[in-house]
T-cell receptor, first 112, second 117 residues
């Protein structure tokens, strides 16, 4: 069965500092991994995905994520956090049938 | 990019009434759409998979008679919450699958906030 885990419910970081939002996965077969961001009362916005290829994936708004097969992780990172990055972040894995399995979400707060 | 819309964006209804939520793929055809439910500060819960021209596939624990899904065309899926109760109050999000550059991608709608009084 496919699943993802986001071990941190809340992450706080000072503006300008690097941020990391953690995600680990459990899949059978090749993983298709995604990160989405959700602002209050809004739907999900796609940030980036890993299907195959380079382990470092660059996405929208300066975000990137590193696929680590040995640690089964797909952590989301950004070198310099902005206050506007404050939102809810979801890691997800997709199975071969296009069904997504979402993590429980991590609330990111960037402190001015 | 592919755009998915939902209507209405928010709705308030009285207990016992039914509410219909529309999910449209605006610039692509989607043979498959998904309906999710999200409680405050929680993750998305997949409710059902909607396939054009066939019956929806519901996840375990989701009442098919309460959450009626119709996927009548390649650009429209509807979710009807029948005989709504306050516990049905939630944020409902749909997504649509598009074939983009040879790969299937899922695009999410902006969500519908349902409040049942």
């Amino acid at each position: 069965a496919q699943s993802v885990a986001q071990p941190e419910d809340q992450v706080n970081v000072a503006e300008g500092n690097p941020l990391t939002v953690k995600c680990t996965y459990s899949v059978s077969g090749n993983p298709y991994l995604f990160w989405y961001v959700q602002y209050p009362n809004r739907g999900l916005q796609f940030l980036l995905k890993y299907i195959t290829g380079d382990n470092l994936v660059k996405g929208s708004y300066g975000f990137e994520a590193e696929f680590n097969k040995s640690q089964t992780s797909f952590h989301l990172k950004k070198p310099s956090a902005l206050v506007s990055d404050s939102a809810l972040y979801f890691c997800a894995v997709r199975d071969g049938g296009n069904q997504f399995y979402f993590g429980t979400g991590t609330s990111l707060t960037v402190i001015p | 990019g592919a755009v998915v819309s939902q209507h209405p964006s928010w709705v308030i209804c009285k207990s016992g009434t039914s509410v219909k939520i529309e999910c449209r793929s605006l610039d692509f055809q989607a043979t498959t759409m998904f309906w999710y439910r999200q409680f405050p500060k929680q993750s998305l819960m997949l409710m059902a998979t909607s396939n054009e021209g066939s019956k929806a596939t519901y996840e375990q624990g989701v009442e098919k008679d309460k959450f009626l899904i119709n996927h009548a065309s390649l650009t429209l899926s509807t979710l009807t919450v029948t005989s709504a109760h306050p516990e049905d109050s939630s944020f409902y999000i749909c997504s649509a699958v598009a074939l983009t550059a040879g790969a299937y991608e899922q695009y999410f709608g902006p969500g519908t906030r349902l409040t049942v009084t």
